[in-house]
């Protein structure tokens, strides 16, 4: 654990040096992942972990913090960042039904906000749409998915990404799906880069950004300095 503590501090003063204005804390490296659900929750060391890393980057950086509890694990999520004063939370299936690499996850909307009202918090909750590295059960209309994430769910913003870790989200698609919901804000989930910045950054509220900032691109390296500095320079305030 100290050995993650201490990568995870180094990326953190990387992206904070480079004028980022918030990090994202998550249980990447936890693969396989539990989907995170009422029935197969992540294990207690994950939550505390994520606690403990969060807490000593927001000591180091002074930025916002957000927490992803991998796979799917929103209550987990809100328990840590109501305990370590994160802004927001980000989950992959707050609603609907997704086939994924860890079997079928099931939102859990009701059950997630249900543990905010307990905690008296006011955290926001980040909810991927059509997310990454899975498939939504049954055939959807996505205008009509969209509006439905944005207007029942409780989400206070929606995320796209494309179709895996690293991959940018389709233009077409980003384009309909902002159309469908207006000015509901949209966050890139993955796949921001310098030469698609000029045209996704200006479509959306916000980018979480992490394969792109590494050595070389590569998710599993170290964040690099002179990535960073040049992503935020083409993605202007």
């Known amino acids: 654990m100290a050995a993650v503590c201490e990568r995870a501090l180094a990326d953190a003063r990387t992206y904070a040096a480079g004028g980022f204005d918030g990090l994202v804390i998550e249980n990447f490296g936890d693969v396989p992942f ?3 659900t009422q029935g197969d929750p992540v294990p207690p060391d994950v939550p505390a ?4 890393v969060a807490d000593r980057i927001a000591a ?3 930025l916002p ?3 992803n509890c991998l796979r799917n694990d929103g209550v987990a999520a809100l328990g840590v960042a109501a305990v370590v004063g994160a802004r927001w939370v980000r989950i992959n299936v707050l609603a609907g039904a997704y086939v994924t690499d860890q079997g079928v996850i099931e939102g859990e909307a009701a059950r997630v906000f249900a543990y905010r009202r307990q905690l008296r918090s006011d955290v926001a909750v980040l909810a991927d749409f059509l997310v990454k590295h899975a ?3 049954a055939p959807i209309d996505v205008a009509a998915g969209a509006r439905d994430l944005c207007e029942r769910s409780g989400a206070s913003g929606i995320v796209l990404s494309g ?3 690293g991959q940018p989200v389709d233009v077409a698609l980003l384009d309909t799906v902002r159309a469908a919901v207006g000015t509901f804000p949209i966050w890139l989930g993955s796949g921001l880069s310098l030469d698609n910045a000029p045209v996704l950054w200006p479509r959306c509220d916000g980018a979480i950004v992490g394969s792109w900032c590494k050595r070389g691109g590569r998710v599993q390296e170290p964040v690099d300095a002179d990535r960073v500095r040049a992503l935020r320079a083409a993605c202007p305030r």
Do not use: D, E
């Open 135 to 137: 498939s939504p059960l």
């Open 34 to 36: 539990h989907k995170g």
């Open 60 to 62: 180091a950086t002074g």
């Open 49 to 52: 972990a994520l606690a403990v």
């Open 163 to 165: 179709a895996r870790t």
């Open 65 to 67: 913090l957000g927490i």
